[in-house]
């Protein structure tokens, strides 16, 4: 049971690079979530889906665009990063319906050279 | 719009002590209250969460948290803290009645003295 799944698990990009995080969910979750982690500032919401077909801005969307592609995945692309972007990004799922939490993946480390 | 405020960057706690971690939260609505921790260079594993009922929640590895709407608070307590519970603890809010949002504090890094 593989429950949320993020690639990659480590990432080195140079500024102005651009790249998409990949993350599935195999729960038949109908919500799902990007956080970034950062020292001392918790996990923040940068984007998420109610639901497939909709997204919504979070805490800390600016630098990011997100696509829902389907019910199982959801994206987060950085089209120009920024050395502000190197975080630890976690990918979450979660169904309104039946009440759960959120499940994570492993999160993925991204450095911005 | 949710918040949620752990006023304690980091706690120290002798081995066998008990131990309280404080969590204020802000919703309109009845909020949806989870307790994650997280080990160095893990994932996050859910502690407990509370949805309705019950306004003492038990959870795993021995925590509980209480829920108290009059102060807002979901504070996490554990009566004899062990080496392995060392981590970080992250509180969370959902609002699960509109766009499925949860919001998470900026979390408490518990530290445990032998």
């Known amino acids: 049971n593989a429950g949320v799944t993020q690639t990659p698990k480590f990432q080195v990009l140079k500024t102005g690079q651009s790249m998409t995080l990949q993350c599935a969910q195999d729960?038949?979750?109908?919500?799902m979530y990007w956080y970034r982690q950062d020292p001392g500032m918790g996990l923040r919401l940068i984007y998420y889906?109610?639901?497939?077909?909709?997204?919504d801005k979070g805490e800390v969307p600016n630098g990011y665009n997100v696509s829902r592609l389907n019910k199982r995945e959801f994206s987060l692309r950085l089209e120009s990063a920024a050395p502000s972007q190197t975080s630890v990004y976690f990918c979450a799922s979660s169904d309104r319906q039946a009440n759960t939490e959120a499940f994570f993946g492993q999160g993925t480390r991204l450095t911005v050279v | 719009a949710q918040s949620v405020t752990q006023p304690d960057i980091h706690i120290t706690v002798s081995e066998g002590a008990s131990l309280e971690l404080r969590c204020n939260y802000s919703?309109?609505?009845?909020?949806?209250l989870f307790w994650y921790v997280q080990s160095p260079g893990q994932g996050l594993q859910l502690l407990l969460k509370?949805?309705?009922?019950?306004?003492l929640v038990q959870g795993i590895k021995g925590f509980e948290a209480e829920f108290k709407r009059s102060q807002s608070s979901f504070n996490l307590r554990k009566p004899s803290v062990h080496w392995s519970d060392a981590a970080e603890y992250f509180c969370a809010v959902a609002s699960y009645s509109s766009a499925s949002k949860i919001i998470f504090g900026s979390g408490t890094r518990l530290s445990i003295r032998p």
């Open positions: 509370y949805f309705s009922g019950d306004t």
């Open positions: 889906s109610a639901s497939e077909g909709t997204t």
């Open positions: 729960m038949n979750h109908n919500s």
């Open positions: 919703y309109g609505a009845t909020p949806y």
